[in-house]
């Protein structure tokens, strides 16, 4: 087993910290990632790695002690694997009462859909990505490494075209991954922009929509601009038009009940709906720029937040 360190040439102490394992640990290497994005980073750890399995982990998150021999079993014996992975367990990324509201949206299906990494499964299940994944190797010869055009999705990316060339995925409910979310609004609210930006760049690339559940926000927000828009040229929609912000209010304030009533932070009734409002909203906004820059050519430069 080798583990390959792969760093975005940080400014802190993380070079530092990593040479002194180094020292005492052989089966350790320190490779640099001058683009500093997400593909690269993993391109470069592929074509420097020799084992024939290729495990990804990233960092803001802890893996349980079996994981790599939960997943390489996996891999092996599931029907068609060519990528398995496991669920996170979403955790808040700080004390405040804001990000436990933030955890607490990361994990519930109706911020997050049918997103079964996200929100859990009760048996081994086919999906359409998984956090991180475990590959052959030869799988990355086969179908190529990850499109370093995708500084976001790029997991959403190469796992569509996993799908398309007829391999599977397998997500597998009791290999749980602790993930620590963002701690502030802004920062979800950047985070989910830059998802829904980049999802039509990986429809484009990978030929077709590869879920539907990432239609939901753009309809959510195309809704309220054109059902505003309608409801003053024709008052006589101002009442279902109320009526679906009233609806989407109240499933967001029921479900923050229950997350209030689960932890004991009562504030998360009246957060939470807060919360969603924003994540849906701002996916929203960047899957329709998104479509925009794909349609005019328009570069994807976006800097990615951390």
Request: charged share 20%.
């Amino acid at each position: 087993m080798e583990i390959l360190l792969v760093d975005g040439m940080s400014r802190d102490r993380t070079r530092e910290i990593i040479r002194t394992y180094i020292e005492k640990r052989s089966f350790l290497k320190l490779v640099d990632n001058p683009q500093k994005t997400a593909p690269y980073a993993m391109n470069t750890g592929i074509k420097n790695a020799i084992g024939d399995i290729i495990v990804r982990l990233d960092v803001h998150a802890e893996y349980p002690e079996d994981y790599f021999t939960r997943l390489v079993d996996n891999l092996g014996k599931l029907e068609g694997a060519e990528n398995v992975g496991g669920v996170c367990v979403t955790l808040p990324g700080g004390h405040s009462v804001t990000a436990i509201a933030i955890a607490e949206c990361l994990s519930n299906p109706f911020g997050m859909g049918n997103s079964y990494f996200r929100i859990g499964t009760d048996k081994v299940k086919r999906v359409d990505t998984v956090p991180f994944g475990c590959f052959r190797r030869s799988l990355f010869d086969r179908i190529g490494l990850y499109d370093t055009d995708m500084t976001r999705n790029q997991d959403d990316e190469l796992n569509g075209r996993i799908n398309k060339s007829g391999g599977k995925i397998y997500l597998l409910p009791d290999v749980r991954i602790k993930y620590y979310a963002r701690d502030t609004v802004p920062k979800v609210r950047n985070m989910f922009y830059q998802y829904g930006l980049y999802k039509p760049l990986v429809n484009k690339k990978v030929g077709t929509p590869v879920t539907i559940r990432q239609f939901a926000p753009v309809v959510f927000l195309s809704g309220l601009m054109f059902g505003f828009l309608l409801s003053i040229l024709f008052p006589v929609f101002w009442p279902f038009y109320f009526g679906t912000i009233c609806l989407y209010a109240v499933i967001g304030f029921a479900e923050g009940c229950k997350s209030a009533k689960k932890t004991g932070r009562m504030a998360l009734a009246s957060l939470m709906p807060y919360v969603f409002l924003n994540i849906h909203l701002s996916y929203g906004y960047g899957y329709l720029k998104g479509i925009y820059y794909v349609l005019f050519h328009r570069r994807f430069d976006v800097k990615v937040s951390r």
